[in-house]
């Protein structure tokens, strides 16, 4: 049997279940009086059982109150700039694809770099030549917009 199985049977015992719940609350209390005593911060647990109706608080529910309110009341960890799990991932991967789409730009002009010095690669000069006239329309329509946009604002300036 591996260890990872006798780990799982060990836990589907109720009573080493219970006894090992047990364990950990009492040493996640004393890390919270350490924290709270020898870092001198402010801190607060509040811990949901299964079965236990009210939740166990420390070091009091008044206490834990006015931390959960301080918290929530700070600049800096506000409940604005707090994000659950969905929002964190779909702005991890837009800055990811930002990053996917600024290394495909160098792979092209690193690209554009080997065909140049590269004669005998004709495909690739193809490439080239389709990725520079691609460049050129996109820097068209730039210049097109920048001149339309100048028109329209020479032509607010008359009205005012």
């Not at 090992?20 to 020898?38: G, V, Y």
């Not at 931390?67 to 707090?82: D, H, R, T, Y």
């Not at 837009?94 to 080997?114: R, T």
């Amino acid at each position: 049997m591996t260890r990872s199985i006798v780990k799982y049977q060990f836990m589907a015992n109720e009573r080493a279940r219970n006894t090992t719940l047990q364990k950990r609350k009492a040493s996640l209390f004393k890390k919270m009086i350490e924290l709270k005593c020898l870092c001198d911060v402010d801190s607060c647990l509040v811990m949901y059982e299964k079965d236990e109706v009210p939740p166990e608080v420390w070091p009091s529910p008044s206490e834990a109150q006015r931390v959960m309110q301080k918290f929530q009341n700070s600049k800096i960890l506000g409940a604005s700039a707090m994000l659950d799990q969905k929002v964190f991932l779909q702005k991890s991967i837009m800055k990811m694809k930002k990053n996917l789409d600024k290394e495909k730009e160098k792979n092209v002009k690193c690209s554009m770099l080997i065909c140049l010095f590269d004669e005998n690669d004709r495909a690739d000069l193809e490439g080239l030549k389709g990725s520079i006239e691609s460049e050129i329309r996109l820097v068209d329509l730039m210049i097109k917009d920048a001149y339309e946009k100048g028109k329209r604002e020479d032509s607010l300036k008359t009205f005012f």
